[in-house]
């Protein structure tokens, strides 16, 4: 159901761009005088900076330059406290949430990666076989998502004319701020360092597939790339967070002998990557360029931590890749003002905060091991007893835990009674906080405390069961990596910056939700909100 429904989002989009092509529209959204604030950008440039906090961005921003984040700090209209009503959010999940103005509920996108509970395995949440890789192995498409994002809404109201290009890291970034209609969105494939997409795309740009092969690709830059600190940082403390001094650090990207793309897409070299692409898109043509309609260019940056770890093991990695971010930002638009004119250009930045939560045990904080094997060997056993010999629980993946569909219409029990079943008897399990079915989730309790799981649950690939440990708490997991698995809110906030003729330089220290991010920006360049979108445009 889930496919025939999200088939049918995509064919939506394309029928209604199809039935806008009239000359009048086109007329209505072309741009006007440069620098008038009513004016219709030439550009519109969305950025997305995983994982930046705006308590670090304050922080460093006495070392930035004059004409990266720093002007767009001072110059643009800066909502410092983005929030989301999430419980254990990952990157992707919020990312998603401010492309598309929704929670993941009703947007189709939870996390980066689902349980598919046929195969029994961990897959992208945006897998999809009826398309295959270009220079990946992976099979993806934008399929997933259950509701449209601002380059759809552009592509709409431009009856198709607008040209729209993702870059990202991750495949899942690229494809969400992209959309359904984006003519490609592009990404560094894990295994093989080049530059990726899906046939799903129409338009992979020819250069794209040259850098690939000559001595552009990436492969040829990492054998001699070194990691060490900007002149910046040298011989200054590290300022982020709790280290007081700097022994320096030195980086190559490998893992053995081969390359490490996952540990290069970590550091700020990948944002030089992104940014040395986006060149030749502007150096090509591509955007920016036509009088007769707006384009749109989505980039995803990465701001977090190296190899993902905990920040204390990498304070002074990270502040380098906020002072690289800076200037990478500053070549940015500088380009933009070159090729196009910032006065012609929409540019907003939007980050989802910190979502990575990696922790150090320390002695006396951690009160005990949660094993995820020996939770579904149990309950399974608890189900045996009352309901017969199956394999009732399939998997437990992301603190759910997924029941066995097949059997229980089999044995015609209510969904309802064996759930409610399970979940009395999780919850007496030591270490368990409270646990959540996907019936009172989707049919019964709209209580606060179900409130923000909901928001971050999907019907289409959401357990039957969503439970959250105790604090100090750690969940052992079938791979046997550790991750802190308690409840929280944001780690830390995110930050969104709206940056174009006619906005307002200021800045608003008020939390606001990030589903209101979207709408906001759409009013402002004046097109629909996402789809799927619920929440209201910001006061301006």
Known sequence: MKNQNNTNICSLVTMLVLLTSIPATLKAISPVKAGD??????????????????????????????????????????????????????????????????????????????????????????????????????????KAMSSTVLADELKVASAGASRVFSIAVDAEAAIINGGYTSNCAIWIDDRNGKWASSDYYKEFPGFVAEQNVYSQALYSDLTQTTWSPVEESRGRSVIMP?????????????????????????????????????????????????????????????????????????????????????????????????????????????????????????????????????????????LVARYGQEQWVKGIDNNQIYLNRDAIRSHRIALREIEKDAAEFLV??????????????????????????????HKATGGNLIFSLQPGWVLDTDNGSRAQSQIRHDIAPGIAILFAPGVEATTITVPVDATQIAPTIAGQIRIRAPSACRAAALAQ
């Open 428 to 457: 007496l399990m030591d270490g368990v906080d409270d646990v959540v079915t996907s019936c009172q989730i989707l049919n019964e309790d709209y209580s606060a405390r179900v409130a923000r799981i909901r928001n971050g649950y």
């Open 37 to 142: 604030a009513n004016a219709v950008p030439k550009l519109i440039v969305g950025i997305t900076i995983d994982q930046l906090r705006s308590d670090y961005l304050t922080a460093l921003k006495d070392r930035f330059g004059e004409d990266g984040l720093k002007k767009l700090l001072n110059e643009g209209r800066v909502y410092s406290q983005v929030t989301f009503s999430l419980d254990n959010p990952d990157a992707i999940a919020t990312i998603a949430v401010l492309a598309t103005g929704a929670n993941p509920f009703y947007n189709g996108v939870p996390s980066q990666q689902i349980w598919d509970s046929h195969l029994e395995r961990r897959q992208s949440v945006f897998h999809d076989r009826n398309y295959n890789g270009l220079y990946s192995a992976e099979s993806l498409s934008p």
């Open 242 to 382: 709790y280290h007081y001094k700097t022994d320096g650090f030195s980086h190559r990207f490998y893992e053995g002998e081969r390359i490490s793309y996952t540990a290069f897409k970590t550091s700020p070299m990948a944002n030089d990557a992104i940014l040395g692409l986006t060149r030749r898109f502007f150096r090509d043509g591509y955007l920016g360029k036509n009088d007769s309609y707006t384009d749109m260019l989505q980039l995803t940056f990465y701001a977090g931590t190296y190899l993902k770890e905990r920040p204390e093991l990498y304070a002074e990695e990270l502040q380098d890749t906020y002072l690289r971010l800076d200037k990478t930002i500053a070549g940015l638009l500088n380009l933009i003002d070159k090729e196009v004119g910032l006065d012609n250009t929409y540019i907003y930045i939007v980050s989802n905060g910190q979502t990575l939560s990696r922790t150090t045990d320390i002695e006396g904080t951690q009160r005990g091991l949660f094993e995820s094997k020996r939770c579904q060997a149990l309950l399974n056993s608890h």
